[in-house]
Structures are given as C-alpha cells and as structure tokens.
C-alpha cells in the first residue's frame, strides 16, 4: 500500500472548519483513501473514503486532487469532540494484504473554545 | 444496535498464564481482523479471518492463535503471554474484505 504523509498535530477553534491534508504521491490506481479517527485509545472510527471524486457524508468531506496525490478531509464546524488523532490510509482493493488496515502516525487535531 | 464488542475490556495477568480476549459482532460480517497498538507503532494487523474457518497471519503473529468457528465471533488466545504482549488490542470487522472495518472499544492487556 502506498505511504502517507500527514502533519503531526493541528489546532481549530471551535465551530471554525478543520482542514486535515494528506500526502500520498505514490498512491495507485485501485487504492483508495480512507480517513479514520481516534480518540484517546478508543476503537478507531470510520469517518468517510474515496477513491478519485470527492465524497461527503454527515461527519465530513473529503477532496481528493485530481492527480491523487494528495487528498483533505474537512470538519465543517469542528467541535471540542472531534479533538482526536487522524489517520488518512491508502487502502488497495486487491493483492494479498488487501484487508489490512496500516495506520501510520496520523495528525493531532485538537480544537479549542 | 450494530457493533463490535470485545470482552475484557480491562486485563492484567502474570507471564505463562493462557488468556482469550473475545471478540463478537452482530453485524454478519464476514471479515474479521485483531490489531495491536503501541506507542509510535500505530496498529499491527496480528490476524485475520476471510469467513468461517477460514484464518491467516498479519504482520505480527508471534505469540497468538485465533479460531472462527462461528461467524459472529473471532477470540484472540495467548497462550503463553510475555510482558512484551502487552498492549492494546483492536478487533475490527467489516461485511467484506474489501469494506469499511469497523472497530470494537479496545482491550487494554498487561502481563506482568
């Protein structure tokens, strides 16, 4: 799976948008990204993926490049709950390891009144 | 309610000593999957399950075994756990390999 980059920690006033980058330059054709979060060492929780368009549900929004080499999820009007650990993930459709799930470090959002 | 529940949710246990940390979800998915987490590790898949009686390692298998005889539910055993087991432990499922995984609360294990 292709290797993501992520800025380690980020701050958002409450009720302001929170703006998450991801870089995956090396992302392939059949991958998609997928965003989860966690909040202090609970389960991690699906937030929303794509793979080229872009996507949105009633947690967020996610814009992928039209190259693919590098997406943003947006919180709209981030809350002081959605202070959390985010993890953007290349995830391929096929080949031996498709299942799995590889977190790297994530980024640090943590919103303030 | 659909989830994903892992029993205990709190352990602490002496080296040598076997365990099972259960996992169950009510979701009828057919994939199912155990993760560990350490500081600066992010999560390590430990072990899989396509479907019924059908399992495979991750990327850290050492040390533990699992079963899936039921759809449904998918334990993790130690059977000799090391201080080095400790961890927390995420089980995730999804209705298909290729689906979202969602993930149980965690199991917090210390061996001593």
């Known amino acids: 799976d292709a290797k993501t980059t992520q800025p380690p920690s980020m701050d958002c006033a409450e009720g302001r948008a929170a703006n998450l980058p991801c870089n995956h330059s090396t992302i392939s054709g059949n991958e998609y990204v997928y965003w989860y979060r966690q909040i202090h060492s609970q389960g991690p929780q699906y937030i929303i993926h794509g793979l080229k368009n872009n996507e949105t549900n009633e947690m967020a929004s996610l814009i992928i490049t039209e190259d693919r080499k590098s997406s943003t999820l947006i919180l709209p009007h981030a809350t002081l709950r959605d202070t959390a650990v985010y993890y953007c993930?290349?995830?391929?459709?096929?080949?031996?390891?498709?299942?799995?799930?590889?977190f790297g470090q994530g980024t640090i959002l943590t919103v303030h009144p | 309610e659909a989830q994903v529940t892992q029993n205990p949710r709190y352990l602490i246990t002496v080296t040598g000593k076997k365990l099972t940390v259960t996992c169950s979800q009510n979701?009828?998915?057919?994939?199912m999957s155990w993760y560990r987490q350490d500081p600066g590790l992010g999560l390590r898949q430990i072990y899989y399950s396509m479907n019924v009686e059908v399992t495979d390692k991750g990327d850290v298998p050492e040390g533990y075994k699992v079963s899936r005889k039921e759809k449904r539910n998918f334990p993790l055993i130690l059977e000799s756990p090391s201080p080095n087991q400790t961890s927390l432990y995420f089980c995730a499922s999804s209705l298909q390999v290729t689906d979202t995984q969602y993930f149980g609360p965690g199991t917090r294990l210390t061996v001593l």
């Open positions: 993930i290349v995830r391929s459709t096929g080949g031996t390891s498709y299942g799995k799930l590889t």
């Open positions: 979701m009828n998915h057919e994939y």
